[in-house]
């Protein structure tokens, strides 16, 4: 079977994920290129891809091998520079058969690339904030159904208390680490491309605005209950997408609505927080811990504290969400002063051994577990 060639365009920090792991990209995909935009600090940066050198280029014209399909990741940044980021990529399509497209476009790009993608002829664009209609892998629900069903594989779920707190490297890791330790894993990630590394994006019918939500619970059930039987998995990994609650009045961050209907689906074994940087003491924890005991119905298990800082200064006076990334350094730093005695676990995944300690603590709480023999 052909290996479907891929370049990655606008290559951001959030990309990184392919290099780290670039072991775990499904055999039916291949990372050749990548080419960022001058001014991020990525141009002609050294990186290891697939455990050779590789230089970040700074424009799709400077990809050196042929690619089938063009992957764009998810950014932010303003109409202008999306504009520029567009002009590229339309520039390219006659090279190309496919475009992924993961970022969210105004109306004008995204006419833009579908007519020109329709004019080459053989250019297909995939549209990640078109797909969530009714879709094919939405499992059949009788009508007078209303209970769920049990679920005899131990389930892993990450959570986040807000978005780009590391959910999804989080789930990576423990991905990584439970196969080379031998587990066969069935996956369901937190971002719409999660077939590049060979597991199960999180599903379009969650999304979907026709299917009611009280509906939504029993079909993200059958859904887990089918890969269960299918895949026969020993664990079973969940990354939860949005964010468990609001931030504010005018932040709702729709309202966690999401991942509370996902846990009200399934019993999950283990649960692994993902949270902003928080310096001040262990009481902000504490009340996330009991926000996810009575309203989720699951206790939390472990903290990664992320390096995303929330500038509340900046929130109060503007009315805006201003955030910074912090280095890495200070987290730890943090995490060792201020957490280190408190009965709540708190990790930073980024630090040494702590993909094997949270794999211990895993293994520890699951060995009592009827689901699973360790």
Not at 163 to 171: P, R, Y
Not at 305 to 330: A, H, Q, R, V, W
């Amino acid at each position: 079977m052909k290996c479907e060639k891929i370049g990655i365009y606008p290559f951001n920090n959030d990309c990184n994920v392919f290099l780290q792991y670039s072991d775990l990209i499904s055999s039916d995909y291949r990372i050749c290129e990548l080419a960022s935009l001058i001014g991020w600090g990525l141009t002609d940066k050294k990186v290891q891809l697939y455990s050779k050198d590789y230089q970040i280029k700074s424009s799709l014209q400077e990809f050196e091998q042929t690619v089938d399909s063009l992957f764009v990741p998810e950014f932010d940044v303003s109409e202008q520079v999306e504009n520029i980021i567009v002009n590229e990529i339309v520039n390219y399509i006659p090279k190309i058969s496919k475009i992924m497209c993961f970022a969210k476009l105004t109306d004008n790009n995204l006419h833009r690339l579908k007519s020109e993608c329709n004019e080459s002829g053989k250019c297909v664009l995939y549209y990640a904030y078109e797909n969530n209609k009714i879709d094919d892998n939405k499992p059949y629900l009788k009508n007078d159904e209303v209970y769920l069903e049990q679920i005899d594989i131990p389930i892993i779920a990450v959570a986040g208390m807000w978005e780009n707190t590391d959910k999804f490297i989080t789930s990576m890791v423990l991905r990584d680490k439970f196969l080379k330790e031998g587990y066969k894993v069935t996956q369901i990630g937190s971002r719409k491309y999660c077939e590049l590394f060979g597991f199960h994006s999180f599903p379009d019918f969650m999304l979907n605005p026709e299917i009611s939500e009280n509906k939504k619970p029993l079909l993200f059930n059958r859904y887990i209950k089918n890969l269960a039987e299918n895949e026969k998995p020993d664990v079973i990994i969940i990354g939860v997408p949005g964010s468990i609650q609001s931030f504010n009045e005018k932040h709702t961050n729709h309202f966690g609505i999401l991942p509370y209907l996902v846990f009200q689906s399934v019993l999950v074994d283990f649960l692994v927080m993902c949270t902003f940087y928080e310096s001040s003491s262990p009481e902000f924890l504490e009340e996330v811990f009991n926000l996810c005991k009575y309203r989720l119905s699951c206790e939390v298990d472990v903290y990664h504290m992320s390096n995303l800082f929330f500038d509340m200064d900046e929130i109060l006076e503007k009315g805006l969400i201003f955030t910074n990334k912090l280095p890495l350094e200070m987290v730890e730093r943090t995490i060792e002063e201020k957490y280190s005695e408190s009965r709540l676990l708190v990790i930073n995944i980024h630090q040494k051994d702590s993909a094997d300690k949270l794999y211990n603590m895993i293994l520890d709480k699951l060995s009592n577990d009827v689901k699973i023999m360790i």
